[in-house]
């Protein structure tokens, strides 16, 4: 956190970006890219403006989720939102690009489009961060895309790699985790780690 190799990229997934906001404007400040999926980007999209048919998102951080993209507009950092995605329509498997989903349909993964772009940026970074499945890994359906940035994150064995975060280990508990720098599985902690630089129990050991 205080001296990253660059170029730093963020992966934050997760069906709400209310439980996030702060672990996500920390990283605004220091990322080189941050990649979104989930939930939590489809508030964001909303934010810009475009319908995602029966799509999860926060009615009521839509002004936050505004804030969020002019931030990053101001320290350089370049927020990556999906431009595809899988789902659901009328029960039906489909893909649809961002900005043509209509309005039966429920986004539930990142699409082949969106897997090309975060996985040559990924393989670019030097140090990478990653909280949060990217689809509703709850359905065999809708995993390929979680899949798809636990490999692309073992396949950079340049960079240095954290994750963590009880949702995402889940999604890739039967994965070799080897190739990964450090996997944390603090859940919250990791994310009130970087939130606030330190942790009740590491205050107590430097007492």
Known sequence: MNNPKQPLVVIIGGAK?????????????????ILLGGGLANTLITAQGLKLGKSLYEKDQLEKAKEILF?????????????????LENDKEKTYLINE???DFSILDIGDKT???FGEIISQAKTIIWNGPLGFCEDQRFTNGTDFIFNAIAE????YSLIGGG???????KKDL????????GGGAMLQLIENGTLPGLDSLRL
Do not use: M, Q, R, W
């Open 17 to 33: 970006i209310s439980t996030k906001i702060i672990f996500l404007s920390k990283l605004l400040l220091i990322a080189d890219y």
């Open 71 to 87: 931030t990053a507009g101001k320290h350089d950092t370049k927020i990556i939102l999906p431009k595809d995605a899988l789902g």
């Open 178 to 185: 080897s190739k990964i720098s450090h996997v944390s599985t």
């Open 167 to 173: 949702d995402t280990l889940a999604s890739v508990s």
């Open 115 to 117: 897997k090309e772009e």
């Open 156 to 159: 950079n064995s340049d960079a």
């Open 101 to 103: 989903i209509p309005d």
